[in-house]
């Protein structure tokens, strides 16, 4: 029987890992592990102990469900382009935009697809990626581009160089990040928000931002940091 932990049941989890381990499966083989034992991004998201004997009965009932009324899921899409024997697309130069937010099955997908061009653009900022909670890695982003010629926009025109200063002093904390330096629109003003409330308000780069990081440390993980350009 289904034992509800914090408004979830063993057989949410599973649901939920057998998705995860999907999206993170880069090629038909890691497709097909998935099927018996949840990948290791899965297992890390959900927080909770997966039962290796629940998930199989899980993935067994859901894809038969699925099979028996002949319905696909949104990853099914993703999956069937993968497996797909002759799956291309003739083109000569490709640009993929918001390359931070793929995952593996999308990465897949777009090497098969697009197998033949002469260029292949990746255009992202893994300063941005905020898709990791639906299998998204900005780490394979970067690995993606590593190797490739690169041209980075240094200038931003959304906003100031307070905001530019301010948000480098978070974003800074994170350890695995591509190296780049980014400049604000010179004479914008600028406010932080959170929840409709003005909290701390940027007049110029020149403005002391002793106590904005203390800001930062007081937000719950149920707030929303917002970021305007003024």
């Not at 995860?20 to 880069?26: E, P, Q």
């Not at 639906?134 to 970067?142: K, M, N, R």
């Not at 994170?174 to 701390?200: H, Y």
């Amino acid at each position: 029987s289904a034992v509800r932990d914090q408004g979830r049941t063993a057989w949410d989890v599973c649901r939920t890992a057998y998705g995860l381990s999907r999206l993170t499966a880069g090629t038909a083989e890691e497709l097909d592990r998935a099927k018996e034992s949840p990948s290791a991004f899965a297992i890390a998201r959900c927080e909770r102990p997966i039962h290796f004997d629940q998930y199989r009965a899980f993935v067994r009932k859901y894809d038969g469900f699925r099979a028996d009324r002949g319905v696909v899921d949104f990853t099914d899409m993703l999956e069937y382009a993968v497996r797909a024997e002759d799956c291309s697309v003739p083109c000569s130069r490709v640009v993929v935009d918001e390359a931070q937010d793929l995952c593996a099955l999308h990465f897949a997908i777009i090497r098969k697809l697009f197998r033949d061009a002469e260029e292949l653009w990746w255009i992202g900022d893994d300063d941005q990626a905020i898709y990791q909670w639906s299998g998204a890695s900005a780490e394979l982003f970067l690995r993606e581009i590593r190797a490739a010629p690169k041209v980075v926009l240094r200038q931003t025109h959304r906003f100031g160089p307070a905001i530019v200063r301010y948000s480098e002093s978070i974003i800074g904390r994170v350890r695995a990040r591509g190296p780049k330096s980014v400049g604000g629109r010179a004479g914008a003003e600028g406010l932080l928000g959170l929840g409709g409330r003005d909290l701390f308000h940027f007049l110029d780069a020149s403005d002391s931002l002793t106590n904005a990081p203390d800001i930062i440390l007081d937000f719950s993980h149920d707030d929303k940091l917002v970021l305007h350009g003024m």
